[in-house]
């Protein structure tokens, strides 16, 4: 029994160990759409920041989902803050007085409904199911011999 319980630890720890990156990775690729949108944004004097109001929701109201922020001018903005109310990012580190157009890539949600109810459960199902069979590979299935 200790061989059998010395395994599945084993195997647990090598499942999350090696594969729960890429299992989580390619859980947010179902759940999102990489998107790519233009903006022409103006700063006055001494102003350095800008709002710019996204097509789509960000994945997760997170403004690390924000993949590149790049400018038609030189200079290196970045993505702030976000508004999930109003879908609005704020966007820093802007050239003062200078027009330009910020082109924003980030990963939206999908607008698929199945992926609306489940996504957030995927996780727990596709790691909690190789638990399972883990477990039941173990502990419940009998050696044929």
């Known amino acids: 029994m200790a061989g059998k319980v ?3 630890i084993l195997a647990v720890f090598l499942l999350l160990g090696a594969f729960t990156s890429p299992i989580l ?4 690729t179902w759940r999102t759409v990489d998107t790519t949108e233009n903006f ?10 800008a709002n710019v109001t996204l097509g789509s929701d960000l994945f997760q109201d997170d403004e690390s989902n924000v993949i590149e922020v790049s400018s038609s ?3 290196s903005p970045v993505a702030t803050s976000y508004t999930a109310a109003t879908n609005v990012l ?6 003062a ?3 330009r157009t910020l082109t924003i890539n ?3 949600e999908s607008d698929n409904e199945v992926m609306q109810a489940a996504g957030p459960f995927l996780p ?3 790691i909690g199911g190789l638990l399972a069979i883990i477990f039941i590979g173990t502990f419940v299935m009998k050696k044929g011999r």
């Open 6 to 8: 010395f395994i599945a």
């Open 25 to 28: 990775a390619g859980i947010k």
């Open 40 to 49: 022409i944004v103006s700063t006055g004097a001494a102003v350095t920041t």
């Open 73 to 75: 001018i030189t200079e």
């Open 90 to 95: 704020l966007i820093s580190a802007l050239t």
């Open 97 to 99: 007085n200078e027009s």
């Open 106 to 108: 980030y990963y939206a």
């Open 124 to 126: 727990v199902l596709v």
